[in-house]
C-alpha cells in the first residue's frame, strides 16, 4: 500500500512539474510573437512618419520655390520700369531688362530667369485681319501686308511656297472671327472635326504660341522652327522692335521687307546696331537698299519700343522647382501691368 502511495506520489509529481515547462514555452512563443508585432508595427511607424516628413518637407520647398518666383517677377517688374522712366522712347537689348540667365542666389536655392522682348518676333494674331471688300483670299497679291510678310517669313525658313500659302490661311481661320473659309486654302471647322479626336478651330486671338501646334500643318518639326520668330499678342496689329531683334534673327527682318532685301544685308544692319539701339526707325531704314516707302505697311510696322514683355523664371530649393511665365503689358504712364501667369508648379 505504502508503494502504491510512493509511486502515485511520483506520478504526480513529475506530472506537475511538465505543465510549467509546456506552459513557459507557449508564454515565450506568445512573446516573441508580440515583439515580432511590435517591431514591425514600429518599422511601418518609422516608415510612415519618414514619408511624412519628406512630403513635408517637398511642400516646404515647393512653397518657398514658389515664393521665390514670384520674388523674381517682381525684381523683372521693376527692372523693367526702371528703364523705361530711363528712357521712354526707346527699348534695345542694351537695357538691364535684356539681360540673359541671370542667377541670384538666395538661401538654400537660387533663380535663374530671362526676359523676352514679344515685339522682337512676328505676332500671329496680326494674320486675323479682314480682308477688304471685293478681295478674294486666293488673290495672293492684295492680301494684307501681315499676310505677305508671314509668306515671306515662311519663305525664309524654307517652308514650300504651296504649304506656307496653306500654314497662313489656316491661321488666318483659327484666329478670325467667324467661321467661313478666308480662301481655298484655309482651314475652319470642318476640317477639324474630321481628326481624332475631333475640336474646333477658336475663332479668337491666340494666346500663346502653343496653339500653333493645334492649327492644321504645323508638325513639331515646323513649330521648332518657327517658335524663335513668332509670338501672340493680343492685338491684330504687326508692330515690331527693330531694336531687338537678335542678328540671328535675321530672317524676320527680311520677312518684313518682303523678300526685298537679302539676309546678309539684314544681318549687316542687325550686327552694326547700336549698343543702345537706335533712338528712330529712319536711323536703321536709311542703312537698307530699298526705302521704306516702296513698300507698303512696312513704315507702320517697325519701331523702336516695346509694350509686351514675357519673363521666364525658375526658382530652385534643394531638389524642387518653381517655374513661373509671366506677360507684361507697357500701360499709360509706363506702368506695367500683369496681362498673364502660367505657373509650371513645383517639381
Not at 11 to 40: E, T
Not at 281 to 293: C, G, I, L
Request: charged content about 25%; hydrophobic content about 40%; proline content about 3%.
Amino acid at each position: 500500500m505504502a508503494s502504491e502511495l510512493t509511486m502515485a506520489t511520483r506520478r504526480n509529481r513529475g506530472g506537475h512539474a511538465a505543465r510549467p515547462g509546456r506552459q513557459g514555452g507557449m508564454a515565450l512563443l506568445v512573446v516573441l510573437l508580440i515583439l515580432s508585432v511590435m517591431v514591425i508595427i514600429a518599422s511601418n511607424m518609422s516608415g510612415r512618419l519618414q514619408l511624412e516628413l519628406r512630403r513635408t518637407g517637398n511642400l516646404t520647398a515647393g512653397k518657398q520655390a514658389w515664393w521665390y518666383a514670384m520674388s523674381a517677377e517682381a525684381l523683372v517688374s521693376k527692372v523693367l520700369a526702371q528703364d523705361f522712366k530711363d528712357d521712354p522712347n526707346v527699348v534695345s537689348l542694351g537695357q538691364n531688362w535684356a539681360r540673359q540667365d541671370a542667377v541670384f542666389p538666395v538661401d538654400d536655392g537660387k533663380l535663374t530667369g530671362r526676359v523676352r522682348d514679344l515685339q522682337s518676333c512676328f505676332n500671329l494674331n496680326s494674320l486675323s485681319v479682314p480682308l477688304k471688300d471685293g478681295v478674294s483670299g486666293d488673290d495672293l497679291e492684295k492680301q494684307p501686308y501681315q499676310v505677305k510678310a508671314f509668306h515671306a517669313l515662311l519663305k525664309q525658313l524654307e517652308v514650300e511656297d504651296y504649304e506656307a500659302v496653306q500654314l497662313t490661311d489656316a491661321i488666318r481661320d483659327w484666329t478670325d472671327k467667324d467661321t467661313a473659309l478666308v480662301s481655298s486654302y484655309g482651314a475652319e471647322d470642318a476640317y477639324y472635326e474630321g481628326l481624332t479626336p475631333p475640336y474646333l478651330t477658336a475663332n479668337q486671338w491666340m494666346i500663346s504660341t502653343d496653339e500653333l501646334r493645334a492649327v492644321r500643318g504645323v508638325s513639331a518639326k515646323l513649330y521648332a522652327r518657327l517658335a524663335p520668330y513668332v509670338c501672340a499678342l493680343p492685338t491684330d496689329k504687326l508692330v515690331v522692335n527693330i531694336n531687338t531683334i537678335k542678328p540671328e534673327q535675321a530672317a524676320l527682318l527680311v520677312a518684313l521687307y518682303q523678300d526685298k532685301i537679302g539676309l546678309d544685308d539684314a544681318k549687316r544692319v542687325l550686327t552694326s546696331r547700336p549698343q543702345k539701339g537706335w533712338k528712330d526707325k529712319k536711323a536703321m531704314t536709311d542703312q537698307m537698299p530699298v526705302q521704306v516707302s516702296t513698300i507698303q505697311g512696312l513704315d507702320a510696322a517697325l519701331d523702336v519700343k516695346s509694350s509686351y514683355f514675357e519673363a521666364k523664371l525658375i526658382a530652385e530649393v534643394g531638389d524642387t522647382r518653381a517655374r513661373l511665365e509671366s506677360v507684361f503689358v507697357r500701360g499709360k504712364d509706363n506702368k506695367l501691368v500683369m496681362l498673364r501667369r502660367l505657373s509650371g508648379g513645383a517639381e
